[in-house]
């Protein structure tokens, strides 16, 4: 079956250090998402793809970037990581080109930031 | 700019209870979609219903239901008969038809049910 894992579940580190949260997806989607969850906040954009080498920014990009070398992948980067980013990270896809599509969701990402 | 806007933070009802969600959204486009996803205790998102802005019809599926109106700009989503693994975080969310697939989404309400 076609799903969407993200890797690592959980992990801590050091304010400064380089993060690296890995998304990848076996639907054959084009569209790509990440998105931070935070209290109070629901779910905010960080950024997304709409297909290999397209990246753009979203509400919440400052500290973190993405790549998208094939259609299957879009690991996240925090360059230097603060206890700001601590949060739960989903990774989302969808087929594409239409407003209407379901996105779907990986189980989370647990960065804790010391 | 698009916003949504889920008020209740945090409801609290008894097993058996109706309980409704409110969801007030705000786009000048005149087509969008909204969404309802349900966040169990275990973390995953799980998609519950998308309606479009061409359909004002309300949808019935068991227990759940849910009320689209564009006059107020809301879709309130309504439990009937609430039960304990109905407790979750339940998000709003819409997307506009050029946006592709980006989802905006409200803050959540938590749903507790106590038996």
């Known amino acids: 079956d076609a799903e969407i894992t993200q890797s690592p579940r959980h992990k801590i580190t050091e304010t400064g250090r380089q993060v690296t949260l890995a998304c990848h997806q076996t639907?054959?989607?084009?569209?790509m998402f990440w998105y931070r969850q935070d209290l109070g906040h629901g779910l905010r954009l960080i950024h997304y793809s709409y297909g290999v080498q397209d990246t753009n920014k979203g509400e919440v990009s400052d500290g973190y970037s993405v790549s998208r070398s094939n259609t299957e992948d879009l690991p996240l980067t925090l360059e230097s990581a603060a206890s700001s980013q601590t949060s739960v990270y989903f990774c989302?896809?969808?087929?594409?080109?239409?407003?209407?599509?379901?996105?779907?969701f990986g189980a989370g990402s647990r960065l804790t930031v010391l | 700019a698009q916003k949504v806007t889920q008020a209740q933070t945090e409801i609290s009802v008894v097993e058996k209870e109706d309980v409704t969600l409110d969801c007030v959204y705000e786009?000048?486009?005149?087509?969008?979609?909204l969404f309802w996803y349900k966040q169990p205790p275990s973390g995953e998102l799980v998609f519950l219903i998308r309606r479009n802005s061409f359909d004002e019809q309300n949808e019935i599926s068991g227990r759940y239901s849910w009320n689209f109106q564009k006059s107020t700009s809301s879709f309130n989503f309504t439990i009937t008969a609430s039960q304990v693994v109905d407790s979750a975080v339940y998000f709003c969310a819409l997307s506009v038809s050029y946006n592709t697939d980006k989802l905006i989404f409200g803050t959540g309400t938590r749903l507790q049910v106590f038996p």
């Open positions: 989302a896809s969808s087929p594409g080109s239409s407003g209407a599509n379901v996105l779907t």
């Open positions: 639907w054959n989607h084009n569209n």
């Open positions: 786009t000048r486009d005149t087509t969008y979609y």
